[in-house]
């Protein structure tokens, strides 16, 4: 219950990021224009956008599932729907609770401890974020962007920096000096050290590096479906992006997720991706309508899979379910 407060905060400040980043597109665009743009989207260039994007959520379930093998060896099938679920809740939920709802399925349907399961999800982030960054740093020197744009991206760079550090951290706390007399303190919280033990289980994989390697491969794989995305979607309205730019998108949008906002990134995604595209001479309304197409089959795939996995697993726990 104490974390009921903080929940709330969280929801509330976040959802009124959202808002805000909404009034500040709807300062910058004219809806009816980017109506327009909207209405005469060619419908084949939209379904390659889909293509894109379902390639782009099977090959993230390729990643969990090739960080899930070296703790268990998880049927594809059911790493998708995990996903999927998860995918689903962060779409009507905020502060990203997506990643704890697939790790608490995965851990019902598979045995396997949900904590541990974590574990495998924060190494997953932590890859996704360096590819994230290391595409946009090239995507800004290539195209040669300056200003605010380029700062997030350095911003970013130092995130990633202390991510890795952090991830070394949780691995290998126990060989750090002094782990021993925190390990005494701990001994009198049992469950205490019993979570980190097993946090730190799903952390390992990232020790291995032909489980690191292949997902860092599969993640880059990923982020290239997802570009064509965004090429796909200027193309469906008229605006040819080069390889730079689009990349320049799909990474800021991305790292805009990052932002503390209400459930799906909704308003932060359209900011980034407007002031990205402007930032390299897309105009606002087109910039925005890019953004809308790109987010909005983001939903729907998520959305659609989500449900269909949901009625296909049911809500059931089943009885063999570990308790972390």
């Known amino acids: 219950m104490r974390l009921a407060p903080r929940f709330v905060l969280r929801a509330v400040v976040g959802i009124a990021i959202s808002v805000v980043a909404f009034a500040l597109v709807f300062r910058s665009v004219d809806p009816e224009v980017t109506g327009r743009i909207l209405s005469e989207a060619a419908p084949g260039w939209l379904a390659l956008v889909a293509v894109f994007l379902i390639v782009d959520v099977l090959i993230r379930a390729l990643r969990w599932r090739r960080l899930l093998a070296p703790i268990q060896d998880v049927p594809f099938r059911a790493t998708l729907a995990y996903l999927l679920i998860g995918y689903l809740a962060n779409n009507v939920l905020p502060a990203r609770l997506g990643e704890l709802v697939r790790c608490h399925y995965l851990g019902d349907r598979q045995g396997l401890s949900r904590t541990t399961a974590l574990g495998t999800v924060v190494v997953e982030r ?117 390889v730079g730019q689009a990349a320049l998108l799909a990474a800021g949008v991305a790292l805009a997720a990052a932002i503390p906002s209400g459930p799906a990134s909704l308003g932060t995604f359209e900011l980034a991706g407007v002031r990205i595209a402007q930032a390299f001479g897309v105009a606002a309304e087109p910039a925005f309508a890019i953004a809308l197409l790109v987010h909005g089959a983001i939903l729907l795939i998520t959305s659609v899979g989500g449900i269909v996995a949901l009625v296909r697993l049911g809500w059931r726990r089943e009885p063999a379910a570990p308790s972390d």
């Open 126 to 242: 932590v890859v996704d974020i360096a590819v994230v960054v290391a595409i946009a740093a090239f995507a800004i020197i290539v195209l040669s962007i300056r200003g605010l744009v380029a700062s997030a991206v350095l911003v970013g760079v130092a995130i990633v920096l202390l991510l890795v550090i952090a991830l070394a951290i949780g691995i290998a706390a126990h060989r750090i000096p002094g782990a021993e007399r925190v390990a005494a303190a701990a001994a009198r919280w049992p469950r205490v050290g019993e979570l980190t033990t097993k946090l730190r289980h799903g952390l390992a994989v990232a020790g291995r590096p032909r489980t690191l390697s292949e997902a860092l491969a599969l993640s880059v794989v990923a982020w290239g479906a997802t570009l064509l995305a965004f090429a796909a979607a200027g193309q469906a309205i008229g605006i040819q992006l080069t």
